[in-house]
């Protein structure tokens, strides 16, 4: 059976009320613009976004990703099409479905890509390249993340009686990068824990640690993670390493657990902080880059930004130095006034370390998703050689408000809490009708094809 955990719970009655509002408006507007197409010429899209409650045993079951967003952006004749958005659980018009799917339907044939993101949330995101939809298709179209380790279930009881200041969870790396873990406690005693990938032979305590952070969201019963930025925590794939987690105050924790058996992780197990291993997995999860993308620009710390004086605008643009060779999608967290969070942006990358710089193929125009009140997260994804970067060369990508309500004339993207952007943001001053370059990023993500 799927478990929701707290931190889906704990949100689902504000939004069961705001998903039916804002889903009836937001299902009218995103297909108001896609029903002048021909419908001989459409298709549909479905599907289900998730990860393995265990990985390598699909059987036990999923995490959905409820309250996630999907962005379906088109790759060629832009004109054609505004990219669409689904809260993935939340059908529009009609009442949440607390899972992970969605249903995109009368899309113009072509191809397309899609991402899957919630910055606010614990989870890595994904883009899916390659999309095509034909006349009369309703394709169908899963989207699993990305995992090097998994042992999800929650169940009852199934945690040490006493509580240590560090668990540890051996692993075998998928990926080139980890670039999160959560972890669900049953009991703490501290108020402050460190998480580190760590890398050795023998006892684990004295393994070596190749980055290290502290949570950035924790508590009993929910989901406690900490995230990386790409490069931040580089690993090779098919070499072992560990998580752990130790408080830094001298407290205790009690980290869920799951006994082994047949359907457990196969590539590790749980260790104690004396370096004992258990006959146990920690139920955890540990996000890594295996797909072929990087996450070059992220706010590692959540929320949905900061909203700064004297931002409000039609356009913003941020610079950032690329790691890959390819854009393959982006965020960004915008407000509206009057609450209005449903705006439309149209997106550009510009060849420069300014917004004048010298634009990087076609535009593509895009919905929000709901987020909170008056706040919607706006996303953009690419096929791997529509935007070509080079790797330390800086660009800038740019949005702005297109057929902006007579309520909110523009927006006020947020500010990131969190440091160590290789950029800045840049807002439009309406007054003088000039680009002004901020000492603050805006907070977004990139990411990027290897």
């Excluded at 854009?327 to 550009?348: E, I, R, S, Y």
């Amino acid at each position: 059976w799927i478990l929701f955990e707290s931190v889906v719970m704990r949100s689902a009655l504000f939004f069961v009320f705001c998903l039916i509002t804002v889903g009836l408006r937001e299902s009218n507007a995103h297909d108001q613009h896609a029903h002048q197409h021909d419908v001989a010429n459409t298709g549909a899209i479905h599907g289900e976004c998730y990860f393995d409650d265990i990985l390598g045993s699909p059987s036990v079951g999923v995490r959905w990703l409820y309250e996630t967003n999907l962005f379906l952006s088109p790759t060629t004749n832009p004109t054609k099409q505004i990219g669409p958005s689904r809260r993935l659980g939340a059908p529009p018009g009609h009442l949440p479905t607390y899972d992970g799917r969605y249903n995109i339907s009368n899309l113009p044939t072509g191809s397309y890509s899609a991402y899957v993101a919630e910055p606010t949330f614990f989870i890595r995101p994904k883009v899916s390249p390659h999309i095509t939809i034909k006349s009369g298709q309703d394709l169908k179209h899963n989207i699993s993340l990305n995992l090097d380790y998994s042992s999800h279930v929650l169940l009852p009881n199934q945690w040490p009686k006493k509580p240590e200041v560090c668990w540890y969870q051996t692993f075998e790396a998928t990926g080139i990068n980890v670039v999160g873990a959560s972890i669900n406690f049953a009991g703490l005693e501290t108020k402050e824990i460190a998480v580190s990938v760590v890398e050795g032979t023998g006892n684990i305590t004295k393994w070596n640690a190749i980055c290290k952070r502290g949570l950035a969201s924790f508590g009993k019963d929910t989901d406690s993670w900490t995230k990386w930025r790409s490069g931040e925590c580089p690993t090779k794939p098919g070499k072992e390493y560990a998580i752990a987690w130790c408080t830094t105050d001298g407290g205790g924790m009690q980290p869920y657990w799951r006994k082994k058996d047949h359907l457990s992780y196969k590539h590790g197990n749980g260790w104690d902080s004396s370096g004992n291993a258990l006959d146990f997995d920690i139920t955890a999860v540990v996000f890594t880059d295996n797909d072929g993308t990087i996450l070059t620009v992220r706010n590692r710390d959540g929320g949905n930004g900061i909203l700064k004086n004297n931002w409000f605008s039609t356009m913003f643009g941020q610079t950032w130095t690329a790691k890959g060779t390819a854009l393959a999608a982006m965020d960004v967290f915008a407000a509206g006034a009057a609450g209005k969070w449903d705006l439309l942006f149209q997106w550009t990358i510009h060849n420069g370390s300014s917004p004048m710089a010298p634009q990087i193929g076609s535009y593509k125009e895009t919905h929000a998703a709901y987020q909170a009140a008056g706040f919607g997260l706006h996303g953009v994804s690419y096929n791997p050689k529509e935007i070509p970067l080079i790797p330390g060369r800086q660009y800038t990508a740019v949005w702005k408000v297109i057929n902006p309500p007579p309520a909110s004339k523009g927006c006020n993207t947020g500010a990131s809490p969190d440091s160590g952007y290789s950029g800045h943001a840049w807002h439009y001053d309406t007054k003088t009708s000039k680009w002004q370059a901020e000492k603050a990023s805006a907070d977004m993500t990139v990411l990027e094809y290897v």
